[in-house]
């Protein structure tokens, strides 16, 4: 297969041993493309891939600098141009077959180019940039220049394509846009103009868009101002405003997928929602074409979205995701649907042949169809792409003729190695990880991600089978690995386990055991040599905790699958002692290990840094781990982590990396011989490896390109092709329903049954017992049921498991320590707000927010909570108020200037009387200098000072509005303040009343108690909106949660309290004197007067007997007794009688104190009503005025936008200006060189005779006849079928047909020439100069054609210009109406002010409701200013009188002010004469110097002293010089001698080289054939030559011409003389 010429990296060779790329393997992942008629390729990897279609033959073309980007293609000139994916990315030009170099494409994008595309005609190519530019492009390719170039920041694009019929329209399309851009030529000038296309909502309906600059349907409103964009609304001023919508204006719009061009020049778009598109290409009106529905519909098929379109006579082609191509049959505005063609996969790429015969379909797997019409059959598959990219390849032993790959997804192939043709395929259905081929027999075995083994038996290639199935584990398989003989089969498992398999089929693959490993197993490397009967094994894992890697090493001896039994366990376990186990650890991480033949020492390479390491092995043995130290490093010169491979000779070490770069070092000196970049890092390198038996080829697969490259030494002679073989696709149908168990449990259960049949006695008894301590726990929870629940145990305390216990112990713990973390976070959350809450609503606030409640009635009253000042506005305020002050000092002091020249003295003194009638009444209270209705509010009646004040009607700048909005909150403030005083006089008054009433509710309640009353005393006490600090606390009545007490700490406290009741009665029993008078006197020594009415006078002990046995003295003490219950009673009810009264009083002075109180807080409940009224006057007027700010800060963001916006359309003028006026300069430099040209043809024309007037007339007519005639062309006809298939026809413009057309006039012209066409008698001397001059004619003919369509492109060119030009001009008017439009509704804004006016009620009253609410036409006008008026126009009157007297006075000077000018005038025209006449004088610079300097000497010193210095610094800059120079010497002398030891080298290695050459031109002499490429070389060595002659002669020429121009300017400048006027 023939490769790429240039490969700056495809192969490095040392010491004669070099690899090259014999075939590349791969799928495209980007869209396939026609090179002609016969060849497609696409990109992969670092390769593009050409295929041929006819004969599947593979040509590959490699990319020097790593991955391929994207690609296209130039059929008329059948180049490819693709891009790399390298940091400022270049653009590779290859011409097709010869695959050499064109050219190479620079510019500066900084990552990556997206899109390529080659215009139909001419060499013109098209590129696109994603980040950081978005950057269209156009390039001249033969040229290699950018012609033009745009950026669209944001834009992303995923399709570009030109119009086939007229190359200057290119269509970008993105999801959510399509635009068509137009390249506009004048001469070498280009220009990019973009349009977009306005595409329809969702719905497939238009939307009218207004326009955002300057919209036209802006509602008009009286009241509040203009209404200005939204855009204004918004404050933005810069190039944003021009497109911002809000979301509510936002619409989704059609989503393009794809696009094709028509060959009317239109484009039909597909949609995402299922809509086709029609835009015109020259006014880009978009048409939604109608879907007809048939009457069969496509079954239960959906044609949702087209994935990829292409035009076709009468439609278009479309394919979807179902895997259809549907055929779109457009007319008349509408579609209808047909199937075309069913394809396996979904379909993501279609493409036409450049004849129209074949079309191509790409399916998102990555085969490749061909459709050819009118042939049988008609689809046939160019490429069958796997079922995803290659997991694993290895050879087929012995690796000369076939090869393995496997895929994820279970995709076997087997492969012919010559030509890489698919043999057969087999499928295994399940994912796949690892495949590994037999070195002993033709089979292989693929590891699983379900943990199996397949063994594969290729016996015959194109039928592969299944032969065994070994499911080890459930673990997923990621090693597997023969030793060097084909004994062992090593299979590592992620778990952990290396298991060893017996390789041969004739032992049906059996299971010999495993060995366990660390977990993360990276590589298994053998050595097994014929020479031994053992294979050594090492296992490399990583230790990612420890930061190092392990070596495990063990022996299996070749006698293993015959006592298999001896060095296993019942499980199948290997025992390490005799698989004499090793463990090694390595101080770093290494990626890969591979053990040396001799055993002796192993290769590793370091994943954390470029070095590649042997480790020396102990010689002794050892136990436990062994540390290895590094013996030998050498850099590897690759970077990232790596893979190492011993060859199957054991000579050549073999190293791939993720930079793509394979190497082949000798695996003594660790040196690289060979070296090869197959794949880049772009790709992620490189994922396998694997070379045949006799190290002649070698395989290599990436890991992400999808990359197979085939590489083989150079010298080796490639055999005859194979001619491929149909490929067999049996697919694995799973015949064993049941479910399988792995290999290690299998073992695992056969022990235990072993187990089992061997302690079965023990295991009854066992048994037995556990069923007795069952009935017995059983017992014991029955029991537990009954008792009560405090006594109770969970049924988790009867589990006779410890260690369950424990953790279910634990896992409590573990949960209620969440839970208290979780509370405890809950709890913190909630106080952090809380206390967030309390600092902004209570602890910020200077007053507090508190209410007042009536004692009687329900009424509160609250007041207004106030948060202090801030020291910002303090010092605002403080200006504003110092501000005002000046101001109205001011402005008094302008009054008294104004009246004192005025000297209307009546008006000064009724002012100064009525500002001593404002002094007076400002003594008394202050108050504004405005009426009430004026000022808008009542703040007046709180006492607050309105004077500083602006009047509402004077409101017209910014900064008064600002500074009114200030005062108004003061006066809000003070308002608030001045209620507040009063409502905590009323609150200070409330505490009184309470503590008053509660004074007396203690003398009630003695009444009540001394008479006995069931009354409830009424006890006022503040509620909490009253005192809302105590919400603030919470009290221990409040909390109802029982507090939690620890056992030892109430213990103490109940020893507190018997220690306390002990020492009270012991304190009681002491005191008999106090136990005494309770007894006697009931506790006190007095009886009081409050004691009456619990006073009992006691009974004399004889009444108890009959009144009969009483005696004298008895009966006169019961008369006493008698008469003292009797004064007794009455002292007690007179004593009633006066608490009765006093209570009443008491009472009633509560009720008359707190009513009274009641009325107060009514009155301070109107007044926080009116407090509040003035609070939302005030608060209106600062709105009114916020609003104002607001609609005078869009007025501005308004008119900065519109400046700013003249000021873009100033520089776009400015620019088109240029544009306008280089294009015009242009036109007339082409214009004058065509017409020079056309004189020149028709010179030619009228000189014919005269050059031939030497010979007959008659001849000289015969030839004038013969030079005015001209050959017809007859112009290639194409085949009808080829004709009628392209759509698009003969493509025009393209320079290309334009050249071949003049080469066919040109060899026409010399069939003219011919002798035989020369007429009889003429000399041929005379016919050779006749056809000359007849060439030279036509040849000026092609170029004045040439020249006026250049010319006629110029002035379409210039036209666009002009067009922009006057499009740009009147934008900019526009955007002047716009701003004067705007400045005069601002003027208007700022007069027509919105004022707050108090009116009376209830003194007008109207019928119906005919009230007018609109006063365009009124005027609102303070009396003063009326007044005021008044007074200025008697003034004005006085003083017009005045100057029309001094008018008279002013008259008479007049004439002779005009006397005077005319004399004046005369003597100017005079002075001016003499000033020309001394400026004509010679007068050199130094004397003008002479005369304007003042100090000219010290001028001149100053210069003298400056020279000095300068020669000063020249010399020792000189000296500095000298000495570099002198060092510089040195080092070129020495360096010289290097050379001249090089050069003698190089010369004694020419003598050979020249040697060898001549050797071999003597072979090429005696072959008798001559190399095409020295022929090439020759001629282009010839070319270059001229080419460099031609180059000095245009350079001394256009050195001579600027000589001579120089001259003649020199020599114009000269004549001219220097008139300068004055």
Known sequence: MAQGRERDEGYHSAGGASLSVRWVQGFPKQNVHFVNNNTICYPCGNYVIFINIETKNKTVLQCSNGIVGVVATNIPYEVVAFSDRKLKPLIYIYSFPGLTRRTKLKGNILLDYTLLSFSYCGTYLASYSSLPEFELALWNWESNIILCKKSQPGMDVNQMSFNPMNWRQLCLSSPSAVSVWTIERSNQEHHFRARSVKLPLEDGSFFNETDVVFPQSLPKDLIYGPVLPLSAIAGLVGEEAETFRPKDDLYPLLHPTMHCWTPTSDLYIGCEEGHLLMINGDTLKVTVLNKIEEESPLGRRNFLSPVTLVYQKEGVLASGIDGFVYSFIIKDGSYMIKDFLEIERPVEHMTFSPNYTMLLIQTDKGSVYIYTFGEEPTLNKVLDACDGKFQAVDFITPGTQHFMTLTHSGEICVWWLEDCSCVSKIYLNTPATVLACCPSSLSAAVGTEGGSVYFISVYDKESPQVVDKAFLSESSVQH???????????????????????????????????????????????????????????????????????????????????????????????????????????????????????????????????????????????????????????????????????????????????????????????????????????????????????????????????????????????????????????????????????????????????????????????????????????????????????????????????????????????????????????????????????????????????????????????????????????????????????????????????????????????????????????????????????????????????????????????????????????????????????????????????????????????IIVDLELEEAVWQPEFEDCEKPERTLVVQDEEITAHKHVMPWHKAREELIVNRETERWLLIQGANTRLRALMDMMGGVLEVKKEDILRMVIPQPAFMAKPDAVWTEEERKQFKDYEKKVKELNEERDKYRKSLEAELKKLQNSIQESTQAFDEHLKRLFERRVKAELVTNQEELKISNLAFSLLLDEELSSREKFLNNYLTRKQLEKSQTSEAVRKSREDLDVYKEHYDNLLAEDKVMDRSFKKEFSEIPGHQVDILYKLFKRRPRISKQKTHSETTSAVPFGELPGSGKLSKDAFAQLMKAMDELDNISNMPEGLNPLVWNHFCMTRRAKVENEQKVKQKAADLLEMATFLRKRVEEEEKVQQEIERVFHELILLQEEKVRFQLNLTIQILLKQGQVELENFQLVLEYSDAILINRNIIEDLNSVIRTQGQKKIASMMETKDVHKRILQIEWEHKKMEMEREDLNQKAWDIQMLFFSRDRQKYLNEPNYEALISIQIGIMEQTIAVLDKTHKKNVENCKKLLKKLGKFSNQKDIANYTLSCNLREELVAVSERKDICNAMGSKLTCEKIVKERYENMMQQQKLTHISKQQAEQISILQTEVERLRMKTFPALVQM
């Not at 004499?580 to 290494?590: G, R, V």
């Not at 909005?965 to 308002?975: A, R």
């Open 480 to 1006: 597997v690995t023969y030793d060097q003989r084909g004994i062992f089969l090593l299979v590592g498992t992620s778990e952990g386990r290396v298991f060893i398999i017996c390789a041969s089929s004739s032992r049906s693959f059996r299971i010999i055991g495993f060995t366990e490993v660390a977990k993360d197993i990276l590589q298994i490397s053998t050595v097994s040599l014929s020479e031994t009967d053992i294979v050594e094994v090492m296992v490399l894992s990583s230790l990612p905790e420890a930061g190092r890697s392990r070596l495990e090493m063990f022996t299996l001896p070749t006698l293993l699958p015959q006592v298999s039994t001896i060095f296993a366990d019942e499980r199948g376990r290997l025992k390490d002692e005799i698989i004499h186990k090793y463990l090694y650890e390595l101080e770093h991480t290494l990626s890969s290990a591979v053990l040396d033949f001799q055993s002796k020492q192993i290769y590793g390479f370091c994943s954390q840094v470029p070095y590649i390491c042997s480790y020396l092995l102990p010689k002794e043995e050892h136990m436990g781990i062994y540390i290895l130290k590094p013996y030998k490093k050498v850099q590897s010169r690759q970077y990232g982590p790596g893979m190492l491979y011993l060859s199957s000779h054991g000579l050549w070490l073999i190293t791939i990396a993720k930079c793509g770069i394979l190497c082949i070092r000798d695996v003594y000196t660790l040196e690289t011989f060979a070296r090869c970049r197959s794949h880049s890092h772009q790709g992620h390198g490189i994922q396998s490896m694997r070379i045949s038996m006799d190290g002649q080829n070698i395989l290599v697969n990436g890991r992400d390109d999808g990359t197979l490259v085939y590489l083989k030494w150079k010298y080796v002679q490639y055999s005859k092709q194979k001619a491929s073989i149909d490929s067999s696709q049996d697919e694995l149908v799973p015949t064993d329903v049941k479910k399988e168990i792995p290999w290690i449990q299998q073992k695992s259960q056969e022990a235990i049954k072993k187990e089992v049949n061997l302690f079965s006695k023990k295991r009854k008894e066992i048994k037995e017992g556990i069923k007795s301590l069952s009935k017995t726990i059983l017992n014991m929870m029955e029991e537990n049921d009954k008792l009560e629940n405090i006594a109770k145990l969970d049924q988790q305390e009867f589990g006779l498991d410890l260690e369950e216990l424990e953790r279910l112990h634990d896992e409590s713990q573990e949960e209620v320590a969440k839970m208290i973390k979780d509370v405890e976070m809950h709890n913190l959350a909630k106080s952090y707000l809380a206390e967030l809450i309390k600092e902004e609503c209570w602890n910020s606030m200077a007053v507090k927010g508190r209410a007042l409640k009536c004692f009687h009635i329900p009424c509160v009253v609250e007041n207004f909570p106030m948060k202090a000042r801030t020291v910002e506005e303090l010092k605002e305020l403080e200006r504003v108020l110092q501000q005002k002050k000046i101001e109205a000092e001011c402005l008094k002091l302008r009054k008294e200037i104004v009246e004192a020249q005025s000297g209307v003295i009546l008006v000064k003194k009724r002012h100064e009387e009525d500002d001593e009638e404002e002094e007076e009444e400002d003594k008394t209270v202050k108050c504004s200098s405005l009426p009430n209705y004026l000022l808008g509010s009542l703040s007046t009646d709180f006492g607050v000072d309105t004077s500083l004040l602006s009047s509402q009607l004077q409101l017209h700048s910014r900064e008064e509005k600002i500074n009114q909005i200030i005062l108004l909150k003061d006066i809000i403030y003070k308002v608030k303040t001045a209620f507040n005083n009063e409502f905590d006089a009323a609150y200070k008054q409330k505490e009184f009343e309470i503590t008053r009433v509660k004074e007396r509710n203690v003398r009630i309640r003695e």
